[in-house]
């Protein structure tokens, strides 16, 4: 019987492999990848080769999609798969489409779980897991869709904050940044001018960068290379506050008024 | 000077750490450990001291959180030590907390993050990321906050799904269940006899265990042993409708007339 397993990589290189993953890989036939769902520029594939003692084959979306999955299914009715993939495998909601076609076709499946933008980023901000109302994706699509400020809104009028992911373009290497993405928001409401932001960007890498402060400065910041994220901050409880100033450089002037 | 690395132990047992996470390990001149944020009942302290070739000193609450971390800096001044904690670090608030007092007596820190129930559970239930709302803990304290029933309520109205935590008793290797909360859901609100929920156990472990359908029905499963956790479904992409038929054993009947 087949059985493919969902690797995940976890946040910035191969380290971020879990010793689990690491062994599921050993042992596996053929290993697939995939790196369009995000980014994980400082992957080196080669030593991820060296690690698990064989060749990883990369996939695109319409490589791994197109044909639900089969291509993951070319080597023999005997087989163990491995496909890393970047994060936490089925954050990316693909995965779990690709995943459910599998079950379908009689494969077994299985995930070995990583470190997710969606939990590390309470530890790169200081902000709080249970203070998080829904996460949203801002698209490259233009206008921006409503929904993204809808849901930051609906968000605050709880007290919540928002993770704002930032879109990956399909096909190239390139992620809309947090500079482009704030733009984008204060286009289309000029009230979002004040509204509390923090930036991260390589979250979990050696030069990870994690600013905050008002949309109308935060938007000239340099946050250089991907992957980036943003969260746009709720109520807070005073220990965020700290955390705020501690950890994300917000300046305090920046802090009042914030209900 | 002094570093203290928060290393995640991710899910189920030690290979849950990662590749990087074990490197800082190795180098480091002190290790030790929590498990009163989270259980981990699968994790073999011996090996996990072994494959980091050093002892691993297990602290509980007050030893970790009374002196503000201090027992962790009892190694001299140029000491590199590591704190294990289940999951993602940063997700048990507490260490937040103990992080910026680190940060406040000049202790550099860094985490090494891992997997998380957070993004994990979206793995285990086949449920969209971007589909949970806020989290809460159902805690072991009587009544039951109406926090609890108000923050799946409020979800809901959104079509929201909610990560319900199960409260951890301080100094006893003891979790709330799986049926313990969905029987003071009830008791609180008898409305919720039809709420649409899935209970997570030993989410990662080879005897995972993952079972939705009505409060009325699914009260009466037996999940087994810690930890646990639930989601209660708020609206239902189709996808998401066919993963909980597939990966969740929702009954068809069970599915009727959910928003």
Same mark, same amino acid.
């Given at each position: ?152 809104? *609906?968000?605050?009028?709880? $007290?919540?904050?928002? @993770?704002?992911?930032? &879109?990956? #373009?399909?096909?190239?290497? !390139?992620?809309? +940044? ?15 001018? *004040?509204?509390?932001?923090? $930036?991260?960007?390589? @979250?979990?890498?050696? &030069?990870? #960068?994690?600013?905050?402060? !008002?949309?109308? +400065? ?42």
């Amino acid at each position: 019987m087949v059985t493919v397993a969902f690797v995940g990589l976890g946040l910035n290189d191969e380290r971020g492999l879990t010793l689990e993953g690491l062994e599921e890989a050993k042992k596996a036939d053929a290993a697939f990848a995939e790196f369009y769902t995000n980014f994980m520029p400082n992957l080196d594939l080669k030593r991820l080769e060296d690690l698990i003692g064989k060749k990883v084959r990369v996939l695109n979306r319409s490589q791994l999609e197109d044909d639900e999955g089969r291509e993951l299914l070319s080597f023999g009715q005997e087989s163990k798969v491995v496909l890393f993939v970047p994060g936490d495998p089925m954050v990316a909601t693909t995965h779990i489409s690709l995943r459910l076609s599998l079950s379908i076709m009689g494969v077994k499946t299985r995930i070995v779980h990583a470190a997710s933008i969606v939990s590390a980023i309470c530890g790169a901000t200081g902000l709080q897991s249970f203070k998080f109302g829904k996460a949203i994706t801002v698209p490259y699509e233009e206008p921006l869709p409503n929904s993204v400020l809808e849901t930051i809104s *609906e968000n605050r009028e709880r $007290g919540l904050h928002t @993770l704002l992911l930032l &879109d990956v #373009k399909a096909g190239q290497e !390139r992620q809309l +940044s947090i500079r482009e993405a704030l733009s984008r928001i204060e286009s289309a409401n000029a009230n979002f001018r *004040e509204l509390l932001a923090v $930036g991260v960007a390589r @979250l979990g890498a050696p &030069d990870e #960068k994690v600013k905050g402060g !008002r949309l109308r +400065s935060l938007i000239s910041e340099d946050f250089g290379a991907p992957p980036q994220a943003i969260v746009a901050v709720g109520k807070l409880h005073f220990m965020e506050t700290e955390a705020l100033k501690a950890l994300c450089g917000v300046p305090d002037e920046d802090l009042r008024e914030i209900r």
